[in-house]
């Protein structure tokens, strides 16, 4: 498999489930993030890793809880999220070095009831 | 600050016609970086092309084609004969040489481009 994935790619959770969102990298970078994408609303950047490193947490709640066990592989935690938490939620990677391209996966469409 | 405007938020257009999608920066650093991104119907955003602030060189890649002007801050893209697979969002976006690869993404173009 190449490139990024995710799963799921579709998630309906309630307020007080607890899940989590998973991107994997088969591109050998050492640099992963979480993007927020709300309807109408530009990408908004959440997290940022660096060689296993959280280098940037964009003020984000601290219901959503950032995992990153290796370079290849990036977890998003979820609980207790609000509706305003529905969005699709897209993980990305590239070389840490400066402004290298970033590469994004299909991303998980998350409806919170 | 950095910024990105797209000032066009939907654009439709019948099949074959060319169309100029608007990018417009905002930076002071002299190294930054701007970049391309499609996002089809299913989400995934797909990289189009990446251009550093020394090489305003204009490129052509297919039907595709980016003019990059540091005179006007502009990195407008353009689809030549445009077909009903080129339909998606459009996302022009920023990363400054010292903001460690953070990219500041625009709003987002809508083209319909219908049979």
């Known amino acids: 498999e190449t490139g990024v994935t995710q799963t799921p790619r579709h998630l309906v959770m309630g307020m007080t489930n607890k899940k989590s969102l998973k991107c994997e990298q088969h591109l050998g970078h050492n640099a992963m993030y979480w993007y927020k994408q709300s309807a109408k609303k530009p990408l908004e950047l959440m997290f940022v890793?660096?060689?296993?490193?959280?280098?940037e947490n964009n003020s984000v709640p601290s219901r959503f809880s950032p995992e990153c066990p290796n370079s290849s592989h990036l977890f998003l935690h979820l609980h207790t999220l609000q509706p305003e938490d529905s969005a699709l939620y897209l993980c990305?990677?590239?070389?840490?070095?400066?402004?290298?391209?970033?590469?994004f996966g299909p991303g998980t469409r998350l409806l919170v009831l | 600050a950095q910024k990105v405007t797209q000032a066009q938020t939907e654009i439709s257009v019948v099949e074959k016609e060319d169309v100029t999608l608007d990018c417009v920066y905002e930076t002071r650093d002299t190294t930054y970086y701007l970049f391309w991104y499609k996002q089809p119907p299913s989400g995934e955003l797909v990289f189009l092309i990446r251009?550093?602030?020394?090489?305003?060189q204009n490129e052509i890649s297919g039907r595709y084609s980016w003019n990059f002007q540091k005179s006007t801050s502009s990195f407008n893209f353009t689809i030549t004969a445009s077909q009903v697979v080129d339909s998606a969002v459009y996302f022009c976006a920023l990363s400054a040489g010292n903001q460690g690869g953070k990219l500041i993404f625009g709003q987002g173009t809508e083209l319909s481009v219908k049979p």
């Open positions: 990305a990677s590239s070389q840490p070095t400066g402004s290298e391209t970033q590469y």
């Open positions: 251009r550093n602030s020394f090489d305003e």
């Open positions: 890793y660096n060689f296993k490193e959280q280098t």
